[in-house]
């Protein structure tokens, strides 16, 4: 009977605030899509960060005058040497090559290029990527080499980039969360204020502050959760036609990393169970310390 009692009055009390119910769970479900956004955006950037360094080379390029016998030593110690995985020799002719590729979208520039104007170079890959230093100092001064390059310096400022966007994502969430919590701490105090004669009978009574608390936290929790399930279905669609629609070039070429359906789903019970545990606890300290009840 009490628990029907509850349900009741939650149902009342949303219907009776009904615009301020809506305005909270717009905001509360544009806040929690950024966050489930900021959240997959942090897990792809690790999945990235992973996949890349995995594979990261250092580029070591060979003066235009080295010898054929140069070469071949330099060769040799690569081989040799415990820090390195593996060491390809790429010549003028497939560093010319494989520019042409990279850029075949731009003919202009690759017209532009002269075959002979790109550096031959050994790409290295390593044990262990953070071992760069090591390699730089043992093979800087070697005779015939011109510059080695660290890929993990360019990778550095993408993920520099991706970090931005990622804390962008996530201030904007907690702006639009605290306009949220505003929005639920207004409508307690609405809902609050409209039934004070029935608190007041209900206190008189002998009713448990839990029990005439319930209805107002839960008013709460309901509008936060609806909020997270919208929040969901938005995550749905970027996911539709964002990542498998407009980036899906992107992924295809492998420049990023697959987004699956399973930490979609994830963001789910997820934003609700946030959503429920910040409104909850949001309505609690409202009736707590500001409603008298």
Excluded: C
Aim: no cysteine; proline share 3%; net charge negative.
């Amino acid at each position: 009977m009490r628990a029907k009692y509850v349900l009741s009055e939650v149902a009342l009390g949303l219907w009776r605030n009904v615009t301020m119910t809506i305005a909270m769970i717009i905001t509360m479900a544009v806040s929690l899509a950024l966050l489930g956004a900021s959240l997959l955006m942090y897990l792809l950037v690790q999945d990235m960060r992973e996949a890349f360094y995995a594979d990261v080379e250092v580029t070591i390029f060979l003066a235009d005058d080295i010898t054929d016998a140069q070469r071949q030593a330099l060769g040799e110690q690569l081989a040799s040497d415990p820090l390195v995985a593996d060491a390809t020799y790429e010549s003028r002719a497939d560093a010319y090559e494989r520019f042409r590729e990279q850029f075949a979208d731009a003919p202009e520039l690759v017209e532009a290029t002269r075959p002979d104007a790109l550096p031959e170079s050994y790409r290295v890959q390593l044990e262990d990527p953070e071992q760069f230093e090591q390699i730089l100092n043992r093979y800087a001064d070697v005779e015939g080499v011109d510059e080695i390059v660290d890929q993990r310096n360019v990778l550095s400022r993408l993920f520099g980039i991706l970090g931005a966007i990622q804390n962008l994502a996530l201030v904007i969430a907690i702006v639009q969360g605290i306009a949220a919590l505003m929005l639920v701490v207004n409508t307690i105090q609405i809902a609050a204020y409209s039934k004070r004669r029935e608190v007041a009978i209900m206190k008189l009574v002998g009713a448990s502050n839990w029990f005439v608390q319930a209805p107002f936290v839960l008013e709460a929790v309901f509008a936060g959760v609806l909020g997270a399930i919208v929040a969901y279905g938005t995550l749905i669609l970027g996911k539709i036609f964002l990542v498998d629609g407009a980036l899906e070039p992107l992924f295809l070429a492998g420049v990023l990393t697959p987004l699956s359906w399973g930490r979609i789903h994830l963001m789910l019970p997820v934003l609700a169970g946030i959503a429920a545990f910040v409104s909850a606890v949001t309505g609690w300290l409202t009736l707590r310390f500001y409603i008298k009840v």
